[in-house]
């Protein structure tokens, strides 16, 4: 009996497997350090609980508009006209779902077709090609490079689009790297779009985690592509709320229709005790973000500092998210190392998970999340001085 191609063709999250062995070392009772995985160490908003709260203790507990409560999309909505510059933004066209990884999914089963490729920058997130693969699509790298700070430039998407590409994937703030497009870059990049009729799925998850070198700016809010855009974003990652499971996106019609129409038969609506407390979250929280964010500028600060002590290694400051991408390359070149099993090895010998470049198709480079705190940030960075020394010596 044959389990389906796509997705077996499909590979598992390297990340989530790192972070799985670390927790399993670590309820053995051993000593693990996990600079891997990302997600905030912060609590989510009280704000944010106590609406969870009531939601549950006033019974709103059950079903949901597909889309999402209607309040919640207004909420999103009004964020994205008023900050994003999103101006055809409405609680009509914008979609909650259980997370901003499902709205991608959402996307990509309402757009993808046999014979489609999809377009990712490299490096990327972990699950943007195994999402495409499993709908159906053909998922195709274009190579950025450490010395234009792994940014996508004109040049190379207009060499990379074709009559088969359905969309493009734009990531900023961007995991791994933490780099982000300023609004000329974007241009240049919409520039190149305006004259293809392909889709382009940007994802601002990370958005309102920048440490102010450069301003963040919505693809959505560029008329020339506007009502092609689809804008990906949640709660996760700012508002502390991973386990809440809520992201939304705005796109135009009629891809909306299709986008609801898969969430319709998948989940339903996301959970109705979740949507109060996101709802809480972005009309309530913008102070607890404030002070989230400003920790993460200061553990940046010290993350690449530490970093910058150890011979042999390079890496791009991040502008925002909680990220740091090292080369590692010039230290593993003279054993038979790639930058996957220096991470297991690392995790044997220093009891320190990180994840390696090859899960966002960067052989030679780990990343680094400095989403944990100073104590926990220096002693990591000790193990992987240490671990780096022994393995390369």
Not at 17 to 43: H, R, W
Not at 58 to 72: C, Q
Not at 193 to 204: A, F, G, P, V
Not at 262 to 280: D, E, F, R, W
Request: hydrophobic letters at 40%; glycine letters at 6%; proline letters at 4%.
């Amino acid at each position: 009996m044959k389990f389906s191609s796509s997705v077996l063709a499909a590979s598992e999250s390297q990340t989530l497997a790192i972070a799985a062995k670390a927790k399993v070392m670590q309820n053995q009772g051993i000593d693990v350090i996990s600079l891997s995985t990302g997600e905030p160490d912060f609590p989510t908003p009280t704000v944010a609980k106590n609406a969870g709260i009531e939601a549950i203790e006033s019974n709103f507990t059950h079903y949901t508009h597909v889309n999402g409560i209607l309040d919640l999309r207004k909420a999103v909505a009004e964020r994205f006209k008023t900050i994003n510059g999103i101006i055809e933004a409405s609680a009509e066209n914008v979609l909650i779902s259980t997370g901003a990884k499902q709205s991608i999914f959402n996307t990509l089963l309402a757009l993808c077709n046999s014979g489609d490729t999809i377009l990712i920058p490299s490096p990327y997130w972990v699950s943007y090609p195994a999402m495409v693969t499993m709908c159906g699509a053909t998922p195709v790298f274009m190579k950025t490079t450490f010395e234009n700070r792994f940014l996508l430039t004109p040049e190379t998407l207009r060499k990379s689009l074709t009559p088969t590409t359905k969309a493009v994937f734009i990531n900023s703030p961007s995991n791994p790297t933490g780099t982000m497009y300023s609004k000329e870059q974007l241009q240049s990049l919409v520039d190149v779009l305006k004259d293809y009729s392909c889709y382009i799925i940007t994802d601002e998850i990370y958005e309102r985690i920048n440490f102010g070198t450069i301003e963040h700016c919505s693809l959505g809010s560029f008329p020339e592509i506007a009502n092609r855009v689809i804008t990906i974003n949640g709660v996760s990652k700012a508002y502390a709320m991973t386990g809440w499971r809520i992201g939304f996106l705005h796109t135009q019609q009629p891809l909306f229709k299709e986008i609801a129409k898969v969430q319709g038969q998948v989940t339903s609506n996301p959970t109705s005790i979740s949507q109060k407390a996101a709802l809480a979250a972005l009309l309530f929280a913008d102070e607890d973000v404030r002070l989230m964010n400003s920790s993460f500028k200061n553990r940046s600060e010290l993350i690449c500092s530490l970093l910058k002590s150890i011979i042999g290694i390079t890496f791009v400051k991040p502008d925002g998210a909680f990220y740091v991408f090292v080369n590692i390359s010039e230290r593993l070149k003279n054993t038979s190392f790639n930058s996957a099993q220096f991470c297991e090895s690392l995790l044997e010998i220093e009891n320190l998970a990180i994840t390696p470049g090859e899960a966002f198709g960067l052989d030679g480079y780990v990343r680094f999340s400095f989403a944990a705190s100073d104590e926990i940030i220096r002693s990591g960075i000790d193990r992987f001085k240490s671990g780096l020394e022994r393995i390369s010596s």
